[in-house]
């Protein structure tokens, strides 16, 4: 039986495809399981600094949920949209602590972009496009899209797309803020190994913190977000020692020497 996920690990970066190749990277419910059993052996695993996330091929990063399946299997469609990490697959993301980059091989439609949404970073290569068809479908989004993307990229452009169904192209997409940059297909995974390789580089426990902080103010309201980091920062920058302060000072300052 073909493996639902690759993993593959070097230097403390694990790449994980989603291999349904033949089926453009559909969300199976097997998938999906297998997706949520990976992230949450990846987050336990202290060799692993930050992941990858990608899809088998040049056609797809992931198509959406499984219609095929959603129309043989009576209450699959419920099931999707449960609360449980191992059948959606946004929280399976969520359940890790180390950064993910989403490395967008190609189209993310619908619950697939609800995917490419749940990643920390977004790279695409010039195949990549991004669609959201609920309407269409006559499916309301279950995985966050509706709240997400009009937070991304404006609330009118997050509307044109969600009222039209239509395909966002990747410059477009880049010039939008959707993702961070485009990059040919063949400098896809290269690219998203080298900003991985960087985050890396950062102390893993801080790195969690500083995620959470993150997410947890986008969740909030700016206030209420301001108040978050107000009161992790006073727990956490007193004990921090000016000698170490100034080690770390003098290592970033080397660092940015190294990038011009």
């Known amino acids: 039986m073909t493996d639902l996920i690759l993993t593959e690990m070097a230097d403390g970066i694990a790449t994980v ?10 969300l199976s419910k097997a998938l999906r399981r297998r997706l949520y059993e990976v992230m949450t052996a990846l987050d336990a695993d202290d060799e692993v600094r930050a992941v990858i996330l990608t899809g088998a091929g040049e056609r797809a990063f992931t198509a959406g949920l499984d219609l095929k399946e959603l129309g043989s299997e009576e209450g699959a469609l419920g099931a999707a949209n449960a609360e449980g990490a191992d059948e959606n697959p946004v929280k399976a993301i969520e359940v890790c602590r ?27 290569s010039t195949n990549a496009r991004f669609a959201d068809t609920h309407a269409r479908v006559g499916i309301v989004p279950g995985w966050g899209l509706s709240q997400k993307l009009s937070r991304m990229i404006g609330i009118s452009r997050a509307k044109e797309l969600s009222f039209t169904g239509n395909f966002l192209d990747a410059e477009t997409a880049e010039r939008w803020g959707l993702v961070n940059r485009v ?9 998203a190994r080298r900003i991985a390789a960087d985050m890396a580089s950062i102390d893993p426990a801080f790195l969690a913190q500083y995620k959470a902080l ?17 009161k992790l920062s006073s727990a956490k920058n007193s004990a921090v020692s000016p000698e170490e302060v100034e080690a770390r000072r003098a290592a970033v300052q080397a660092r940015g020497r190294t990038q011009g």
């Not at 180390?98 to 695409?124: H, Q, R, W, Y």
């Not at 990059?183 to 690219?191: D, N, Q, W």
């Not at 947890?216 to 978050?228: D, V």
């Open 98 to 124: 180390k950064p993910v980059i989403g490395a967008i091989n190609g189209v993310a439609i619908t619950g697939g972009f609800e995917v490419a949404l749940a990643c920390d970073v977004l790279i695409a």
């Open 183 to 191: 990059v040919a297909p063949e400098e896809l995974l290269a690219e």
């Open 214 to 230: 993150i997410d947890k103010g986008y969740a909030a309201s700016f206030g209420e977000g301001l108040a978050i980091e107000h």
């Open 17 to 26: 495809t989603l291999n349904r190749p033949e089926a453009m990277n559909a």
